[in-house]
């Protein structure tokens, strides 16, 4: 009788220990998915064909180089999601990019799977008008025309890091944008340029980390990527 | 006593050759032909003050007055290389000015996304500017606009010190130089690779004075 007390005891206490582990990674997804997203004013859908393209690449200096330890730590979300309805926007004069993302699995935090949510990140798209109407720079582009600036939009790169593009599946560390950013309520913001990753079919994660232009390729397998989560 | 000699030498070669694998392991900015930390040898059109004779500008604005202060120190701790730390001249001769039209040099206190502290752009007058895929610039720049963001900074805590090294770190950009993540002792080398400079040290004068001589 007390042998079979203990193997029920012990039977229960591996279920729930398995449905303890099955809870990190897959099945976060609840029954009603959240539109989470949010809008702004300043919207901008992007450059149309007849627009002239000037690109702008930066150098940006971050407290965050390409850690995953430390980028997960920071992170107050962790989701893989589908990138929907992609548009641009600004502050202080610098382009931003603004997507929505149908969140596919979720990691880390509140976000569940089956939610959408509003990210932004840098880099962008800004109309020149609109740039030098926050800079009041007119006189740098003197040799322009005004048709020339009504029809330039300039394509602001970071470290020469590609733009998202719609429908693409991509792990995003996330995070509520800290109180003196003037990121709209309920939006979230990418915690580095650095901790987007793509999970390959083969099941490894790819990192890719850009540095003054030049692209550096991680490769982490699933262990490591969800050892990083944990630690 | 000749055995425990020869152990303890290997012990610091193997010490020494594991430390420099580490760091070597960081993504770096550009090398130059020459062996120098530069955008690809790509400079200031105009060069950066020419010894006095062609003297540059910097305009600031934006800033709370602990970081107009510290905008001032780090472009003078950058023209006051010679005598004094670190003790190598460059043509580097850049003041302030209130008439931006004559600034190459701005400086914003802007957002950036959390996590970022500066960003410098680059402009050639008119046309456009991208990085290439090795990490160079295509060509020579007319202006620059370094953007720092005052509230990351301080929402971070980061050290007074460590605020005037970013401002210098932006300049050194600016002025053509690219990231040494591999020596925390140069300016470039970022904060999040524990850089400990916080003004421009011997190496990035010398990298000033192969773009500038
Ligand atoms: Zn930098
Ligand atoms: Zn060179």
């Known amino acids: 009788m007390k042998k079979l007390v203990s193997i029920l005891f012990l039977l229960v206490a591996l279920v729930v220990i398995f449905e303890g582990c099955s809870n990190v990674g897959n099945n976060r997804e609840q029954k009603n998915s959240r539109d989470l997203t949010v809008s702004i004013e300043n919207e901008y859908k992007g450059p149309s064909e007849n627009n002239k393209l000037m690109k702008v690449d930066s150098v940006t200096d971050s407290k965050y180089g390409p850690d995953l330890n430390v980028i997960f730590n920071d992170s107050d979300e962790i989701i893989r999601g589908i990138v929907k309805n992609i548009s641009y926007t600004s502050f202080t004069g610098s382009a931003w990019t603004k997507a929505d993302i149908l969140v596919t699995e979720s990691y880390k935090g509140e976000v569940k799977k089956g939610d959408i949510v509003t990210i932004f990140m840098f880099g962008g798209y800004i109309k020149l008008q609109d740039y030098i109407k926050f800079f009041d720079d007119r006189f740098r582009f003197k040799d322009l025309s005004d048709s020339d600036i009504n029809n330039i939009v300039l394509k602001e790169m970071d470290n020469g890091m590609p733009f998202l593009s719609e429908g693409e599946e991509l792990i995003f560390p996330l995070i509520t944008p800290a109180p003196h950013m003037p990121l709209p309520k309920g939006s979230f913001e990418r915690m580095s340029a650095a901790g987007i990753l793509d999970k390959t079919k083969d099941g490894n994660y790819i990192q890719n980390y850009y540095e003054e232009g030049k692209k550096y390729i991680y490769s982490h397998s699933d262990d490591e990527f969800m050892s990083k989560i944990k630690n | ?213």
């Open chain 2, 1 to 213: 006593m000749k055995k425990v000699f020869t152990t303890l030498l290997l012990v610091g070669f193997l010490f020494f050759v594991q430390s420099t694998m580490v760091f070597a392991s960081n993504p770096d900015g550009y090398i130059c032909n020459h062996g120098y930390h530069t955008f690809g040898d790509h400079v200031m059109t105009g060069g950066v003050g020419n010894y006095g004779v062609n003297r540059r500008y910097f305009w600031m604005t934006g800033f709370d007055s602990n970081f107009n202060g510290y905008v001032r120190n780090a472009v003078s701790e950058w023209v006051n290389t010679s005598p004094g730390y670190p003790n190598i001249t460059t043509s580097i001769s850049i003041r302030e000015t209130t008439n931006r039209s004559s600034a190459m040099f701005e400086f914003w206190n802007s957002v950036l996304p959390t996590g970022v502290l500066g960003q410098t752009k680059f402009y050639v007058y008119n046309t456009e500017i991208t990085l290439t895929p090795a990490g160079e610039l295509p060509q020579n720049y007319g202006w620059t606009k370094m953007l720092i963001s005052s509230q990351n900074l301080y929402y971070y805590g980061i050290s007074a010190s460590q605020c005037k090294a970013t401002i210098s770190h932006e300049l050194g950009h600016g002025m053509g130089l690219s990231h040494q993540n591999n020596n925390i002792y140069s300016i470039m080398c970022q904060a999040s690779y524990n850089r400990i400079a916080s003004r421009g040290s011997a190496i990035d004068c010398i990298t000033i004075n192969h773009l500038y001589n």
